[in-house]
Nanobody
Framework: VQLQASGGGLVQAGGSLGLSCTAS????????RGWFRQAPGKEREFVAA????????YYADSVKGRFTISMDNVKNTVYLQMSSLKPEDTAVYYC????????????????WGQGTLVTVSS
């Protein structure tokens, strides 16, 4: 699976931004698709994930209520809508896919997109 992420940019605190991640190649409906992020000097952390088969959604506590993950089966695309952004949300955001059910652990994912930078100014 090849993943192409887009949509990052600069936004003021309290603002909103949307990311998208389109898959190509061998895509299977049982894949889980996730978003992770990595801030400078920090480890990559889980943000949100969605089960491709039933649409069940999972969120990190730090983004719950502010971020929404969704998917478009026809377009093979997963979206991350981010609102009420905070400076601590600044990071490179990566989309990922795995051929097994949901996991919040980065090393459990088989395929990764190239990353897109989100910068939230205070």
């Amino acid at each position: 699976v090849q993943l192409q992420a887009s949509g990052g940019g600069l936004v003021q605190a309290g603002g909103s931004l949307g990311l998208s991640c389109t898959a190509s190649g061998r895509t299977v409906s049982s894949y889980a698709r996730g978003w992770f992020r990595q801030a400078p000097g920090k480890e990559r952390e889980f943000v949100a994930a969605i089960s491709w088969s039933d649409g069940r959604r999972y969120y990190a506590d730090s983004v719950k209520g502010r971020f929404t993950i969704s998917m478009d089966n026809v377009k093979n695309t997963v979206y991350l809508q981010m609102s009420s952004l905070k400076p601590e949300d600044t990071a490179v955001y990566y989309c990922a896919a795995r051929s097994r059910p949901y996991s919040g652990i980065p090393r459990d994912y088989d395929s990764w997109g190239q990353g897109t930078l989100v910068t939230v100014s205070s």
